[in-house]
């Protein structure tokens, strides 16, 4: 059985086409309709649902596929799905109103708000959290550690054991690395300040005032109206996706929501009823390292740009589930995509963002492969671990005389030979796995895409 993948996810499916004509209100629905359509059928995710909202006008806001494969329950506009690290924008929030309200400071320790918190990152800044610069090692990358206590319902100081001790990975505010342990902190920071539970903070200060009514701490055991059943692709075929205790992901994603509520967090979000817009703007600002050098990502947000849009977005990746949220300021157009499977919710957002805003379509260039005997091809068969850097896996495997690729979580893709020990995934997708040997054998690969580049060891 595959493992879940936790809170953030790397998108190794194929882009469509898109028409290079800024479409009509008809037409763009039905773009969208065969945007979504055709992620379902590719990459096997039983139901989507999107919002589609440029200034005052909804344009989309429609469920497809299934929220209930068993019981052939459709998904609507009412879909609840686990959100995964859309979680951290709420958490940046909610510490951002704090510190406008002097009751923390982004300068202050972990140790002056948690003072049983004794490890060595206890002189890590609420800042350095905020922005994965911490170096506190984040518990989802701990491998085994983390893998066979994922469905326990472990508390605060349980969490705190499996990653409190470890060294820093480097030096607070020298380098960037995605850190769920830093936000699950966070929102202890927020228990302590207020004296509430992070749910009940959240519930009072955002989601009733704001309207949110589908929107809450995703707990299993709770009966939550409309929520959809997640799942998982192997091997080709739809499974459920193994189950996971909803205490472990904590502020760093574990709420739920729908494609509606989170369209109406955005708005308020920018528009200054959740933070002023002085913390906004820290919130969206590149963080800077202590060498000069910059990571186009702030507290829970990342700023980036689509073939010269800007746009404010985040990911996210849960069992089961994933979901992207973005926004393009110049145009005020705001996509929420949620999905109860292994769909690439970015490249579906990215999708319709370039029907709406009439960007020309991609030429998309074959991807000419090498040949290569399957005795070759075996060598590179395993599973290979992306932690500390993702919390991701990926199994390398032989099917139909192709060597494919498949992400926890994720549909499989072909891998095409180019030489040397370097393959490219689908014309489109920008994938590029180069495998490392050592004294003749293969230890990992690196994984470009996106313009990063992620090194993975290669499980025994």
């Known amino acids: 059985m595959p493992r879940p993948v936790i809170l953030l996810s790397v998108a190794l499916l194929l882009a469509a086409p898109l028409s290079a004509q800024q479409p009509a209100p008809a037409q763009l629905r039905a773009g969208v309709d065969s945007i979504a359509l055709a992620a379902l059928r590719q990459d096997l995710t039983p139901g989507l649902s999107i919002a589609v909202v440029r200034g005052t006008d909804t344009l989309v806001m429609k469920g497809y596929g299934l929220a209930d494969v068993e019981h052939d329950v459709p998904v609507t506009d009412r879909t609840v799905f686990r959100i995964g690290s859309l979680t951290k924008q709420f958490t940046s929030a909610a510490v951002m109103k704090l ?5 923390i400071r982004l300068d202050a320790t972990i140790a002056d708000y948690l003072p049983q918190y004794d490890g060595p990152g206890r002189g890590v800044t609420i800042h350095q959290l905020l922005n994965h610069t911490s170096g506190i090692p984040s518990y989802t990358g701990l491998g085994e550690a983390f893998w066979e206590k994922s469905r326990l319902d472990l508390t605060h100081e349980q969490m705190l054991e499996m990653f409190e001790d470890d060294p820093l990975e480097f030096m607070p505010g020298t380098s960037w690395s995605y850190n769920n342990s830093g936000y699950y902190l966070l929102g202890m920071v927020i228990e302590a300040v207020t004296g509430e539970s992070y749910e009940e903070y959240l519930a009072r200060t955002q989601w009733r005032p704001l309207g949110l009514e589908q929107t809450s701490y995703c707990r299993q055991a709770e009966i939550i109206p409309h929520r959809a059943e997640g799942y998982a692709v192997e091997a080709g075929v739809v499974i459920n996706a193994p189950p ?8 760093a994603g574990a709420l739920c929501s729908t494609p509606r509520d989170l369209v109406r967090w955005n ?4 528009s200054g009823d959740v933070v002023n817009a002085p913390s906004y703007a820290t919130m969206i600002a590149p963080t800077r390292l202590l060498n000069d050098s910059t990571v186009d990502y702030g507290y829970g947000l990342a700023a980036g740009d689509l073939e010269g849009h800007a746009v404010v977005a985040h990911s996210g990746g849960i069992n089961g589930f994933s979901a992207y949220l973005s926004y393009y300021p110049e145009a005020d157009l705001t996509i929420a995509v949620l999905a109860n499977g292994p769909t690439a919710t970015g490249r579906v957002q990215a999708d319709i963002a370039r029907l709406v805003l009439g960007l020309p379509s991609r030429e998309v260039a074959v991807v000419e492969e090498q040949p290569l005997s399957d005795a070759q091809r075996a060598q590179y068969v395993g599973t290979y671990d992306l932690a500390p ?7 390398v ?7 494919m690729a498949q992400g926890t979580g994720q549909g499989a893709i072909p891998l095409s030979y180019q030489g040397g020990h370097r393959f490219l995934g689908p014309a489109g997708t920008g994938i590029e796995i180069e495998f490392t040997a050592e004294d003749g054998a293969l230890t990992g690969f690196t994984l470009r895409q996106g ?8 499980v025994p």
């Open 397 to 403: 495997f032989m099917q139909d005389g192709r060597l």
């Open 99 to 103: 510190v406008e309200e002097g009751r």
């Open 389 to 395: 850097a993702l919390p991701l896996q990926v199994n």
């Open 267 to 270: 708005d308020a979000l920018t």
């Open 451 to 458: 313009g990063g580049a992620f090194a993975a060891r290669r």
């Open 244 to 251: 996971l205790s909803m205490n472990l992901p904590g502020a």
